[in-house]
């Protein structure tokens, strides 16, 4: 069994995560698309030995139009199938994670998908499964009917189920030995055909497309919720979480871990990686003068919390007590703000500075020392097995750490130096699914 090593994703949005980061003087170009600066990101990230590039998709919006639309640096970016698959070509190492909503998709079409990015890529995919629901969205999509909270992680956990299966139709090695000779391009006996009958999809026949290089992509899951959780332990390698101390991180990280052995899974097959909001400076004063200079910037003339409007109560004064509710979406992220607003009796102003800029996140500001300190100790305690960065600004965010902090933590000891693995599974120690329908065929 290999050493335990430090795991470090990035998840990029345009200018950065921090609700100022479009603002900040050292931002660059407009709100088009732009994928040669994707590109460029993605390189940096190899170039730093990070194990993922991982793409949200905030799928859909909102045809309501106010004075307030056009002051938020919404996150209109490619689809993630379409980037990775350029930025696949164009890098060889790292792992590329592509987020898709199961309310808004049908498993045959996402389980094509990603064996397809798993080729093109080399046997680098990965998938962040999102069960979110907006009623935006959903109108986007036609969709009238609205999912529980349960019902959607329910319709999750089967939409997976479905998607292996699908995986499962071919044998790896169907399509590596056409027989020219006699015209047989393959043997049926390497195929599979599915019935799959669940309570929520469908899917009736054989995938047409290759099983994955790794036979299935990496499973990504982000939720902190009570079915969050259980998803977790049932069906992710990976799970992106958020928590502010490591006494909440490290209560997460054994809860969910301690939940896996029900499914027969080892815990070294999920690795937690929580959000980590990042500004490091060559002292704590330098990091923290640069984040003052972000918070100054943030808007707080809008805020919307637990069904309420709030714009017209004193951004200065304690959170309102009025009747919260949490949405279907995002229940873990609500009531963490909730509790913190109520413990230590914030303003609207505050609750928005220090929660809503790094969304829950650990924020780490300060010198190398400060920060490296920081990522050794929730790593070494158990907090986390790695971090999914959320860098506040760009580019000079990223850069600032891959250039002062990813060099720091190498000379510790406790993250790669060179890339050991041919695939994005076999970087983070993670086992590669078998077919066991292979194993069947051979025995008839």
């Not at 099983?211 to 009570?226: D, K, M």
Request: charged letters at 25%; glycine letters at 8%; a neutral charge.
């Amino acid at each position: 069994m290999r050493n335990r090593q430090l795991v470090l994703n990035v998840f990029f949005q345009r200018f950065g995560h921090h609700l100022a980061a479009w603002r900040h003087p050292g931002s660059t170009g407009n709100g088009r698309p732009d994928l040669a600066w994707w590109i460029s990101a993605a390189k940096l990230a190899e170039a730093a030995r990070f194990d993922a590039f991982f793409v949200a998709d905030f799928i859909g919006r909102s045809g309501e139009i106010t004075p307030q639309t056009g002051r938020s640096a919404q996150s209109y970016q490619f689809e993630p199938f379409t980037l990775l698959s350029a930025i696949a070509v164009s890098t060889r190492h790292i792992g590329l994670v592509a987020t898709v909503n199961v309310n808004y998709d049908e498993p045959y079409n996402v389980a094509r998908k990603f064996s397809s990015l798993d080729h093109i890529s080399g046997g680098r995919a990965g998938w962040n499964v999102v069960s979110s629901f907006s009623e935006h969205t959903a109108k986007n999509f036609g969709i009238v009917t609205p999912r529980s909270h349960a019902e959607r992680y329910e319709r999750a956990a089967e939409f997976v189920d479905a998607a292996k299966a699908l995986w499962d139709t071919w044998d790896d090695d169907a399509f590596d030995r056409p027989d020219r000779e006699r015209g047989i391009f393959y043997d049926p006996r390497a195929s599979h055909p599915l019935k799959f009958e669940g309570k929520h999809v469908a899917t009736e026949g054989l995938l047409d497309f290759p099983r994955p290089i790794q036979g299935y992509p990496v499973i990504v899951q982000a939720g902190n919720s009570e079915s969050g959780r259980e998803f977790a332990a049932r069906v992710a390698e990976m799970s992106y979480c958020s928590a502010t101390s490591l006494d909440v991180a490290r209560a997460f990280y054994a809860d969910v871990k301690g939940r896996m052995a029900k499914y027969g899974r080892d815990e070294d097959q999920l690795k937690i990686t929580p959000g980590l909001s990042v500004v490091v400076a060559e002292s704590d004063q330098e990091a923290q003068d640069r984040f003052n200079e972000l918070q100054e910037l943030v808007d707080v003339s809008n805020v919307e919390f637990g069904g309420f409007d709030l714009s017209g109560y004193p951004v200065d004064e304690p959170l309102p007590d009025l009747p919260y509710r949490a949405p279907e979406n995002g229940k873990g992220r609500f009531q963490q703000q909730l509790e913190l607003a109520r413990r230590e009796n914030l303003s609207i102003r505050q609750l928005v500075l220090r929660f809503r800029v790094a969304r829950g996140h650990l924020q780490a500001i300060g010198s190398v020392k400060t920060v490296a300190d920081t990522i050794e100790r929730w790593f070494v305690e158990r907090g986390a097995d790695g971090f999914n960065v959320v860098p506040p600004y760009l580019p000079g965010g990223f850069e600032d750490f891959t250039r002062l902090v990813v060099p720091e933590l190498q000379r510790r000891g406790i993250f790669r130096t060179e890339y050991g693995g041919r695939t994005y599974r076999e970087n983070l120690g993670l086992q590669r699914p078998n077919n066991p329908l292979t194993h069947s065929v051979a025995q008839s």
